[in-house]
């Protein structure tokens, strides 16, 4: 991926090396844990917050200029760009910009208290994307997706979270949930996930347009890694069996095949997963 030598945003918040210090114990670490297997997951879909509890955290330090931070804040910019570009064209309003916390081992987010294990995240009551660096050593080592476009997809999708929470997608879909069984649950879950695989794709397509992001291979990196994360791999990793019933982020089929339909058109009107009759 061509990223050296362009904007970095100025978006980034680097807790990395603070510890959260959270009263009673936190909210939501039980329901984290229970999701360190899966990928992407939004904690705003299943975590509760007004419960009184008091957190405290040292003010975040300006982040370090070290070559995956510039990595980062690079990617966050051109997601800034190209969702901009997207919003004033197809949908006449602004794009508001979210902010990508950096930290090391646990965080605090409007959404509860989440330890690293459980992967990147998006929070929409603070309209921030989560991220410990070290995560991309496992994408490389235990899921087998190494590879910079990779990386970059992880972050597109969690920005992908971000886009349907600005568009209400995100607060439909939990007063759906809310009328649901687990299954109904469970299968709205998939189609939120579908749709910001789809997302990420339509960002990989407008930042090809507008820079030539793309090397050889940098399009396989990205699908290996949609398809590494894929429910039907983590729970043949996992338990050794799938059961269809419980995905909540999408076969690995699935999430290929929505990436791919996101960065061949590039439009938004191509990621309505809701509507579809088939995923």
């Known amino acids: 991926m061509r990223w050296r030598g362009r904007r970095g945003s100025s978006n980034i918040e680097d807790r990395r090396g603070m510890t959260p210090m959270v009263a009673g114990g936190g909210i939501g670490a039980v329901v984290l844990a229970v999701l360190a297997l899966l990928f992407g997951v939004d ?8 419960t009184g509890q008091q957190t405290a955290q040292a003010p975040a330090q300006a982040p370090q200029n070290d070559e995956m931070t510039q990595f980062v804040s ?3 910019a051109d997601t800034e760009d190209a969702w901009s570009n997207i919003f004033r064209q197809e949908l006449g309003r602004d794009y508001q910009e979210p902010t990508l916390v950096l930290f090391s081992g646990a965080v605090q987010s409007a959404c509860g208290f989440a330890q690293a294990a459980v992967g990147p995240f998006y929070c929409p009551l603070d309209h921030k994307v989560y991220i410990d660096l070290s995560f991309y050593q496992e994408l490389k080592n235990r899921f087998q997706a190494p590879g910079d476009f990779a990386q970059a997809y992880v972050i597109a999708h969690e920005v992908g979270h971000h886009v349907q929470t600005l568009l209400g997608i995100s607060e439909q879909v939990q007063a759906r949930s ?14 939120q996930e579908l749709q910001a695989d789809c997302f990420a794709g339509v960002w990989a397509h407008q930042a090809q347009r507008m ?23 983590l729970q043949q990793r996992s338990q050794g069996y ?3 019933e419980s995905f909540t982020h999408g076969s690995s089929a699935q999430r290929v095949r929505w990436f791919r339909r996101g960065l061949e058109s590039g439009e938004l009107g191509n990621c309505d997963t809701f509507g579809a009759r088939t995923l």
């Open 43 to 50: 904690p705003g879909v299943v975590l509760q917050t007004g």
């Open 242 to 244: 799938v059961v269809p």
């Open 211 to 233: 820079w030539q992001i793309l090397e050889p291979g940098d399009v396989e990196e990205a699908l290996n890694a949609a398809s590494a994360i894929g429910d039907d791999r």
């Open 178 to 191: 809310r009328q649901q069984g687990e299954a109904g649950a469970n299968a709205l879950s998939v189609r």
């Open 74 to 76: 690079v990617v966050l």
